[in-house]
């Protein structure tokens, strides 16, 4: 069977690892990497058994697809040309860094019949996908997304870093319009907005809770939803689900009436997962797991976001 040729662009911290998992697929040829920092691709290269790029136009013609992990705003431009050249493209989340741009990319990978996959990488933890059966109709949902501080993140703010993974879980839980948000943040180190906070309120009426930030003193990804008849806790990080779901009316136990199970699962490789869900679509012409219009839809809602905490900042005076 004829090897997928696949190259990889950008191999800074994540890079990296896209290009080391690549490396080691039985189906893939990693071709090449690209970094505009040569001692970067060529060590990389090196240690991989590939081909150093300096240029992402350098690998056009060489390959059949590419991950993308460079400076997010750089994504457009770079996915534009690959896909412009008939390639398929994964890239790392948020997808662009406007709605114009998105909408763009969508448009010429439709109208090829290319494959646009975005790297919301939490779509494929081991408890996240195990929610898909327990998840029915949420009412209430709360999040919490702490990191500790890394200045490789500061590109853009803790809404498009960070909080954009979880707007993009809770989306794919509720499956509903957004009624309206209410949203605060402030930038307290870098130039960015470094801690956030959202009130998503949906059509169904759900409403969602969501925090981010990225000077905690520990890292922390954990979200709780409620539903008719359940509530449900999961630790992301942890890979552990907490379900609590009514079942009579007794008065013993913690929660009278309700059965409670703790659920484990052993710590998986979610960026194997994603970038082995992202060769297959490729080789079957598939529609990916997390499309390219699903990315638009999580940064549609992180723009707004963003949108409402700058108006409000500059209303009291804050950068």
Known sequence: MKKLRLGVVGVGYLGKFHAEKYAGMA???????????????????????TRPFYNH?????????VSIAVPTPDHFVVSRDFLENDIDVLIEKPITTSLEEANELIRISESRGLIVQVGHLERFNPAVAALQGIVKKPMFIESHRLSIYKDR????????????HDIDIILNFVKSDIKSIHASGISVISNHVDIANARLSFETGCVANVTAS??????ERKIRLFQKDAYISVDFANHDITLIRKIGTGTGGI???????????LKGDALEDELTSFVNAILLRQTPEVTGQMGRDALKIAL?????????????GSQ
């Open 27 to 49: 189906q893939v040829d990693l071709v090449g990497v690209v970094d505009t920092h040569r001692n970067i691709a060529d060590d990389i290269a090196s240690r991989l058994g």
């Open 57 to 65: 136009q350098d690998l056009i013609g060489k390959v059949d697809a």
């Open 153 to 164: 993140c500061t590109d853009v703010s803790v809404v498009l870093d960070l909080m954009i």
């Open 214 to 219: 990225r000077i905690s003193t520990k890292n």
């Open 255 to 265: 929660v009278p009436g309700a059965d409670i199970q703790k659920l484990s699962f």
């Open 304 to 316: 707004n976001i963003m949108d409402q905490i700058r108006t409000t900042n500059a209303c009291y």
